[in-house]
């Protein structure tokens, strides 16, 4: 599990680094191992005409469609990548924060995140 949880901080990492590169931020996403143990893509869309949506809502309905796939068994982990800022040695810092959700907890890890010209450089905060 250790592995394909590493895997899955990858992944996460990657298309992070996609659309940073690309606009410079990015709305909630995430990702899951599923119980045959393989990674799949998580997305929330809001259907209206805003080209916005706020991302508190996609949060939640990441946050609670994980849960509910980990109650029922279909996943064993998922994961929501949030982009944030966050306050570090009295400076505001750019980080996606990835919340982790197993059956028995739920964590997180902040990486600082700094955008280059064609790649973005990840180091783990929290």
Known sequence: MDSKKSQLIKIIKEQAELFLLDAGEFFPFGASINADHKIV??????????????SLELIEMLEKSIVTDIQSGRIILGVVAID???????????????????????????????????????TLTQ
Do not use: H, S, T, W
Request: aromatic share 16%; proline share 6%; hydrophobic share 35%.
């Open 84 to 122: 944030g800022r966050i306050k570090k040695d009295d400076q505001i810092v750019d980080v996606i924060e990835m919340r982790f959700y197993e059956l028995d907890k739920v964590y997180r890890k902040i990486y600082q995140y700094f955008i280059y010209d064609a790649r973005v450089e990840f």
């Open 41 to 54: 893509p998580r997305a929330a869309y809001i259907d209206d005409d805003n080209d916005c949506p706020p």
